[in-house]
T-cell receptor, first 111, second 114 residues
Framework: QKEVEQNSGPLSVPEGAIASLNCTYSDRGSQSFFWYRQYSGKSPELIMFIYSNGDKEDGRFTAQLNKASQYVSLLIRDSQPSDSATYLCAVLTGGSYIPTFGRGTSLIVHP | DAGVTQSPTHLIKTRGQQVTLRCSPKSGHDTVSWYQQALGQGPQFIFQYYEEEERQRGNFPDRFSGHQFPNYSSELNVNALLLGDSALYLC?????????????FGSGTRLTVV
C-alpha cells in the first residue's frame, strides 16, 4: 500500500512569513514528487515538481526532497493571503503511471 | 490554450440513478485520468484511459465505468448511485500515460446524491 501522509492542518502563518508544508511517503521506489494548490471548491493546480534530492526554487516557492528520509517539503516565502489554500502532495512511484495523493494541508495566511 | 473542460459543473441525482460526466483533455494531451475527491480528502484514482482503452483502475466498484473517444475526450459513468458517491469528480489530462510534468486538472463536477 503506497501511502502519502500530510498533516491536514490548518497551518496558520502571518503575512510575509515562511510557510513550511511537509509530506512523507512510504514507497522507497518513488521517483517523482508534485505539489498542487487547491483553492476551496476549485480543482488542483500544479505548483512544482521535483525528481532529484535537494532544493528546487521557482519564485517564492521552494520544493525540498530528501529521499533517504522519504519526505518532500514545500516552502512558501513572503506568504500572502492569496496563498491561503489546501496544498496537495502527490508521489509517483517508478513503474507506476498513477500518482498517489495525500489528503492535503490547509494553509491560512492572515494579514 | 484550451485547458481541461468538464461538464456539467454541478449535478444533483437521486440514489439509484445513473450519471454521466464528460471531460475534454487539454489540447495536445492524449491520456485522461479520473479522480474522486470527497470533502476534506485527497483525490482518489478511479481509472485512466489511453488509446481508447482503460489502462489502469483504482479501488472502485464496477458501478464506475468509462470510455475514451478517438478525439481523446472521455466519459465517466456511475450506475446505481449511492449517497457515498457524493464528491467532486476531477478529470486530469497528461501527454502520455506517465504524468512526468504533472497533471492538468479540469474544474471538476460536483455530484450530490440525495
Amino acid at each position: 500500500q503506497k501511502e502519502v501522509e500530510q498533516n491536514s492542518g490548518p497551518l496558520s502563518v502571518p503575512e510575509g512569513a515562511i510557510a513550511s508544508l511537509n509530506c512523507t511517503y512510504s514507497d522507497r521506489g518513488s521517483q517523482s514528487f508534485f505539489w498542487y494548490r487547491q483553492y476551496s471548491g476549485k480543482s488542483p493546480e500544479l505548483i512544482m515538481f521535483i525528481y532529484s534530492n535537494g532544493d528546487k526554487e521557482d519564485g517564492r516557492f521552494t520544493a525540498q526532497l530528501n529521499k533517504a528520509s522519504q519526505y518532500v517539503s514545500l516552502l512558501i516565502r513572503d506568504s500572502q493571503p492569496s496563498d491561503s489554500a489546501t496544498y496537495l502532495c502527490a508521489v509517483l512511484t517508478g513503474g507506476s503511471y498513477i500518482p498517489t495523493f495525500g489528503r492535503g494541508t490547509s494553509l491560512i495566511v492572515h494579514p | 490554450d484550451a485547458g481541461v473542460t468538464q461538464s456539467p459543473t454541478h449535478l444533483i441525482k437521486t440514489r439509484g440513478q445513473q450519471v454521466t460526466l464528460r471531460c475534454s483533455p487539454k489540447s495536445g494531451h492524449d491520456t485522461v485520468s479520473w479522480y474522486q475527491q470527497a470533502l476534506g480528502q485527497g483525490p482518489q484514482f478511479i481509472f485512466q484511459y489511453y488509446e481508447e482503452e482503460e489502462r489502469q483502475r483504482g479501488n472502485f466498484p464496477d458501478r464506475f465505468s468509462g470510455h475514451q473517444f478517438p478525439n481523446y475526450s472521455s466519459e465517466l459513468n456511475v450506475n446505481a448511485l449511492l449517497l457515498g458517491d457524493s464528491a467532486l469528480y476531477l478529470c486530469a489530462s497528461s501527454l502520455v500515460r506517465v504524468p512526468i510534468g504533472g497533471y492538468t486538472f479540469g474544474s471538476g463536477t460536483r455530484l450530490t446524491v440525495v
